[in-house]
């Protein structure tokens, strides 16, 4: 014999092989799959698909019949009930609006703040323009640089403070406060 009818019969061999193994896997011959539903079909008796696990039961398909029974038997439970009634009043649930005092004292306490940054702002603006100081600065090693950044800074922190002061007035008008009781 010869290679190559060698190599066709390994070949048809190994088609053979693989087709007969595909048939064993699909569960028997073609006729048999099919009659299996047919006869459940007509016996009225519910049979598992062949690719469930035998422990597992089948999934259930909910219709629109079977969710009305649901609702008019059921126990699952709703939010609240039909003739809930409502409460009286939203303010009386609302949370109590802070002491006038308190926005007082979160004020008072930012201002106090602002004027030592003033009094250092201006003696670095004065030493930048060039005047001079009753004191000597303490500052060793520094540059005409590093006193405007400093500078910068300081306005810088000065605007923050400002900010969060018309934010807390801002919120004590919003809670009711009057603008003059605040100062």
Not at 133 to 141: A, F, H, I, M
Request: glycine share 6%; with cysteine.
């Amino acid at each position: 014999m010869s290679k190559r009818t060698v190599v066709g019969l390994a070949v048809c061999v190994c088609m053979l092989l693989s087709v007969a193994e595909a048939r064993g896997q699909s569960g028997g011959t073609p006729a048999s799959s099919t009659s299996a539903p047919v006869e459940a079909a007509a016996t009225g008796k519910k049979t598992p698909p062949n690719n469930m696990a035998p422990g597992q039961a089948p999934k259930r398909v909910w219709t629109d019949d079977d969710l009305r029974d649901l609702r008019n038997g059921s126990a699952i439970s709703t939010v609240g009930e039909k003739d809930a009634k409502k409460p009286a009043s939203t303010a009386a649930t609302k949370a109590r609006p802070k002491p006038t005092s308190f926005y007082q004292n979160q004020i008072v306490r930012l201002q106090a703040q602002i004027p030592p940054i003033d009094q250092q702002i201006t003696e670095l603006q004065a030493v930048l323009s060039g005047k001079p100081t009753d004191e000597p600065r303490k500052y060793v090693g520094t540059k005409l640089d590093d006193w405007k950044s400093e500078l910068a800074q300081l306005q810088k922190k000065r605007a923050d403070i400002q900010v969060q002061i018309g934010a807390i007035e801002d919120q004590a008008r919003h809670d009711g406060v009057p603008t003059n009781a605040l100062h």
